[in-house]
């Protein structure tokens, strides 16, 4: 997909499926003008249109047959999305008018774009680089604030100027180690080498520190509510959510099954999962619910451990996953308080105390300290890059220049990935998958 087709003209709708006021076929490759000039009637011919200019007109079939009035949007290469040239045909939003608009587009040569098309041709024409592409997939699936924000931030080119400055500090020092190896009878000065090299591994640490974030803010996170019978989860969730999504009844052990909610919390996406009570039971279909308790909280991205604090204090049986992040809360805080513990969040579900720092205490441990306004990694592919670019760049501390010149130029390479200049087409076919058809 990567490379083939490049010549091709293609088009899609561009806006989501149903009704809307407006609709938008678009169409980029070397014919994009000429296929718009047959497509579209107006008082100038697209193809003899400047860039960055709408005419106004109709859209029609073979043999004149009107489809619609609208406009089209003339974009010429390379001052374009894709780099190429570009008509965007805008009509009513009609499903109908839409079909058949791309149909008369396909039949006058265009072929159907494959879903993240559009902008794979951004990036292969240099108009994006791959962290940014995947900004553009950020923004499109964004369902919070801080998805749209780490979008809107990767695309404008921090993340990229970031590794970039990375970059130029490792570059440097590369250089100077091997203009000593190639020229030692030249007398090359013998640069310090420890400052840039820490700059840069300081830089990549700053970044690796925001890809729990980041993620967590684009792909959303789960939240595992655990607790005794009674704990009172189920309140929890319905007071997080806003409305009564989980039966509560004082009945120990109604919730045998979890249950799912989505909701924004301080700007971040999660799923709220509410488990079956943690006791010690005899029904197997209890059972089979605390064991499954157990085992979500084990998966979830953070946990929060219930406890009922207008009753004496019990241990929960078994013991919260190791290594899980974890929020303690002391719940029914409007009853008061049979114990006190300094770890522990007093909340109510019932008069709402306590839920506004129960936020920002999940968004502290989802996003944490990496909340202050740079770009942050979003994919696990940036990750990766990042942490393979850190771990080559801390082998080279401390070893004969000739052994740390080729740890740098891994880094490099690592580096290159990451801002995708340097990156296998299998990885690029993965990350423009997940494009919907039109972007």
Known sequence: MTRSG??????????????AGVGIVRVSGPAALEIADRAFRGRRAPSRTRGGRFLFGQLVAEGGELLDEGLCLVFRAPRSYTGEDVAELQTHGSPAVLARVLARVLELGARPARPGEFTL????????????????????????????RQGALGLSGELGARIAGVAADVTRTL??????????????????RAEPLARARAGLKTLLDTARAGQAATRGARLALIGRPNAGKSSLLNALLGYERSIVTPIPGTTR????????????????????????????????????????????DLVLVL?????????????????????????????????????ALAVSAVTGAGLPELREAVRAA??????????????????????????????????????????????????????????????????????????
């Open 6 to 19: 490049l010549q091709d003209t293609i088009a899609a709708i561009a806006t989501a499926p149903g009704s």
């Open 121 to 148: 041709r951004a990036y292969l024409s240099g108009r994006l680089d791959l962290a940014q592409a995947e900004a553009v997939l950020n923004l499109v699936n964004a369902g919070s604030e801080a998805a749209r």
């Open 175 to 192: 250089a100077a180690i091997q203009a000593m190896l190639d020229y030692p009878e030249e007398g090359v000065p013998d640069e310090d």
């Open 257 to 300: 099954d979890y249950l799912e909610a989505g909701v924004e919390l301080a700007g971040v996406p999660v799923t709220l999962v509410d488990t079956a009570g943690l006791r010690e039971t005899a029904d197997p279909v209890e059972a089979a619910g605390v064991r499954q308790a157990a085992a979500l909280a084990q998966q979830a």
């Open 307 to 343: 406890e009922d604090g207008h009753a004496p204090r019990e241990a929960l049986p078994g013991e919260v996953p190791q290594g899980a992040r974890v929020i303690r809360l002391r719940t029914k805080a409007d009853l008061g308080a049979a114990w006190e513990d300094p770890e």
């Open 366 to 439: 989802l996003i944490g300290d990496a909340a202050r306004g740079e770009a942050w990694l979003t994919t696990e592919r940036q990750a990766d890059a990042a942490r393979r670019a850190l771990t080559h760049l801390e082998l080279a501390t401390g070893l004969p220049d000739d052994l740390a010149g080729y740890e740098l130029e891994a880094a490099l390479h690592a580096l290159a990935e990451l801002s995708g200049r340097d990156v296998q087409e299998d990885v690029v076919d993965a990350v423009f998958r997940n494009f919907c058809v039109g972007k």
